[in-house]
């Protein structure tokens, strides 16, 4: 995230780990970058930032040199012995692994995406007689050079089309696409730019749809990508330059004055099917959203009024309507989440008159973030359905539109849910379920039967890992609070702290870490190693206020807690300090990155992912003015000092022993700019005084890791592997 012999896999590898240095000494680095330091004085702090140069976006410098330290870690990594064993071995978990996801219902049609080895994912449909036919394979997508794929797509109400967003080399920038769900062909109808994370929202009629589209290039504040994205009408069968701004993001034309939506914001409108509203929103990289209502027959006019009901502060997270009625999760006044309703049809009504639907239980949870295609809170046509989660496992409950009872859906297992989603005019919900060690089930419910019907694309593991344990516990953090800690290890596993070992956070936005099934990972663990998971602060785990307690100029503890779980793994025999590294990437570089920089003596190595390593540079950053909501923003007297504590590339110290470090960076990344990468290497480099080394891994066909093909993920891996083996230290 090895089928041989493990001791002699191990003896092997442990030998390779003991010549590594020999491989580093038969390749030449590249010649070390300019250095041309910037000096600022911002809040009475004085900042140097000697690699400043290699920002921007049309860089060639940087580029050349970027390209330069990919050529020379591929090379280090191709030397090192155990690679050819960890690609064989991973590589065989993705030759015959079939999933299955993002599984839509419309019009008695289910959508899915298959993905096998080597492809990003298929778009599929299943007809009601069981038939199944391919209605998109990206892979047939001809031109323009780099591996389109899938980001997203949304089906028609009544199932006879589905608009598709298409990007090339895992930008996540994208052209959507409305194709025929009969025959598979286009029907002409195409919008760009749209980011990758946006689906469009069709009409209840199927007539249209609006998407939400990325600025012109001349209209971004400061150049920035995502900022002041406009919400636009699209009427099928007409041209995109006729399409109808509604909403925009930032001032100026088409802005609203009912609905006023930050420049760093996303408008989003949808429209359920059994009501006379619908919903407008304005997200970004924050839990909590904006949250307005109109009336359906005035959305489409240049003068439409809004009321908007919730703004960020009010910490309202999901809402959906049905008829009158809106529905919203908050955690004003519950950390772990409440669910409102609130009658629309009081002219009146704002969110003070909303009312709980339902009581829960101190230990369960509905607020947090998930990487999975799971809803919070999903209105289908016969019932509102709410996940709940108690202590990583998830259970969903059924509440009566019509008496406002609440009764639990009996679950097939155990688990955590990865998909769950319903269609408001189809009834029932899509689920799927897994687990640590269990591959993903899904099903169908039926609320007639009352039961769940499986879909019959459960997930086959590629391999037995029926050796394979998991230890919940928990660990001491500096300031003493108690940390969840997930071990994955051998049900044999030796306590004597010889085991090399991997732990990974995250401890941002809120995000929960929940159970997932992943072989790459799990092989790691067969060949005898441990792979663990920190629930640091800042995450999810235990509601909003879990990550309060690591945000902003919180973050330090979730740094603390993550190196806490170095330090108890050694304590319970699992591993010890030498041999054991730390894994995050994107937001969760500001983790393993503070890691680096406030405890570089107390583990072994560190893989940093397409991170986040400088935010005191986030205003000049593609998206950057979007992860203001849970960095702050830098220009802020106010914001600054967390930030600045925060920022690892400023907290590099000079004349000082780091671990072994190495980076993954996707070339096409749109998400995190490369040259955060690129600007904490060369500078921790120069401070470094210890031998270890500090890689690059390039990757020129990916951007920041949300479309991987299974193939490319087992190769990533398998790199990430053979350096661990090659630089913790031997038992």
Request: glycine residues 10%.
């Amino acid at each position: 995230m090895c089928r041989t012999s493990l001791c002699t896999a191990a003896i092997a590898l442990f030998a390779a780990a003991a010549t590594s240095s020999s491989f580093a000494a038969a390749q030449s680095a590249p010649p070390p970058p300019r250095k041309a330091d910037v000096v600022e004085h911002l809040f009475g702090t004085t900042l140097h930032d000697p690699y400043r140069w290699m920002e921007g976006e049309q860089n060639a410098e940087f580029q050349h040199w970027l390209g330069a330290e990919g050529e020379y870690t591929r090379a280090k990594l191709d030397a090192l012995p155990s690679l050819a064993n960890w690609q064989k071995t991973l590589g065989a978990t993705s030759l015959t692994a079939v999933i299955h996801r993002m599984q839509r219902m419309a019009g008695g049609r289910m959508f899915f995406i298959r993905q096998a080895e080597q492809g990003t994912g298929t778009l599929m449909v299943r007809e009601a007689d069981g038939a199944e036919r391919v209605l998109f394979d990206p892979a047939t997508v001809k031109g323009e050079g780099k591996t389109p794929s899938i980001t997203t797509y949304a089906p028609s109400p009544d199932g006879s089309k589905v608009a598709v967003d298409i990007d090339r080399g895992g930008s996540e920038v994208t052209r959507v696409e409305v194709l025929d769900a009969t025959t598979g062909k286009p029907t002409g109808d195409t919008v760009e730019p749209v980011w990758g994370e946006f689906e469009v929202h069709w009409l209840a009629d199927g007539a249209g749809f609006t998407y939400t589209q990325m600025a012109p290039v001349g209209e971004r504040t400061d150049g920035d990508p995502l900022q002041d994205t406009r919400l636009r009408f699209h009427r099928l069968g007409t041209p995109a330059s006729a399409d109808v701004l509604l909403l925009r993001a930032g001032t100026g034309k088409g802005a609203s004055t009912s609905f006023p939506i930050p420049s760093n914001r996303f408008p989003i409108v949808e429209f359920p099917a059994r009501s006379r509203w619908v919903l407008g929103s304005a997200t970004g990289a924050q839990n909590e959203s904006k949250f307005c209502v109109t009336l359906r027959a005035d959305v489409l006019k240049p003068s439409a009024r809004w009321r908007c009901i919730a703004t960020p502060e009010d910490k309202v997270v999901a809402a959906a309507i049905h008829g009158d009625t809106l529905y919203m999760i908050s955690s004003r006044e519950r950390s772990n989440g409440q669910l409102l309703s609130l009658d629309l049809g009081k002219a009146d009504a704002t969110l003070r008159d909303a009312k709980p639907v339902l009581r829960l239980r101190d230990d369960e949870i509905i607020v947090g973030l998930t990487l999975n295609d799971a809803q919070t809170l999903a209105a289908a046509r016969d019932a509102l359905y709410l996940k709940v989660s108690t202590n990583g496992i998830d259970s969903v409950r059924r509440i009566d539109y019509r008496t406002g009872k609440a009764e639990s859906v009996p679950m097939p297992l155990a688990g955590t849910a990865s998909l769950l989603r319903t269609n408001d005019d189809e009834d029932g919900f899509l689920l799927e379920l897994r687990g640590w060690t269990t591959p993903p089930k899904s099903w169908r419910y039926d609320p007639v039967a009352r039961s769940m019907k499986s879909l019959g694309q459960d997930e086959a593991s590629p391999a037995d890992y029926g050796m394979v344990e998991v230890t919940e516990t928990d660990m001491v953090s500096k300031d003493g609070t108690r940390i969840p800690l997930t071990i994955l290890h051998r049900k044999d596993a030796k306590l004597d702290g010889s085991h090399r070992a991997l732990v990974f956070g995250y401890g941002s936005y809120g995000l929960t870490l929940q159970p997932s099934f992943k072989p790459v990972r799990l092989e790691w663990v067969k060949q005898g190693n441990i792979f663990a998971y920190a629930h640091v602060r800042g995450g999810g785990e235990k509601g909003d206020a879990w990550h309060l307690a690591g945000k902003g100029a919180n973050k330090h503890k979730g740094v603390e807690d993550f190196v806490a779980a170095v330090a108890r793994l050694s304590e319970l025999g699992y591993s010890r300090p030498a041999r054991t590294a730390l894994v995050s990437g994107s937001a969760g570089g500001l983790l393993v990155g503070g890691a680096v920089t406030a405890f570089p003596d107390r583990f072994g190595a560190a893989i940093i992912l397409v991170p986040v390593l400088n935010p005191v540079r986030l205003m000049f950053a593609p998206n950057g003015a979007n992860q203001i909501g849970e960095m702050g923003d830098p220009r802020k007297a106010s914001d600054f000092p967390a930030i600045l504590a925060m920022d690892p590339y400023q907290q590099i110290k000079p004349h000082t022993a780091y671990p072994a470090m190495m980076f993954v960076v996707g070339l096409n990344d749109s998400r995190v700019a490369p040259w955060q990468t690129g600007k904490f290497v060369a500078k921790i480099r120069e401070a470094n005084t210890s031998a270890h080394p500090v890689w690059i891994r390039t990757d020129a066909n990916g951007g920041h890791g949300i479309q991987t093909s299974l193939g490319a993920e087992a190769a990533q891996w398998a790199d990430v592997y053979a350096f661990l083996y090659a630089e913790l230290s031997a038992p």
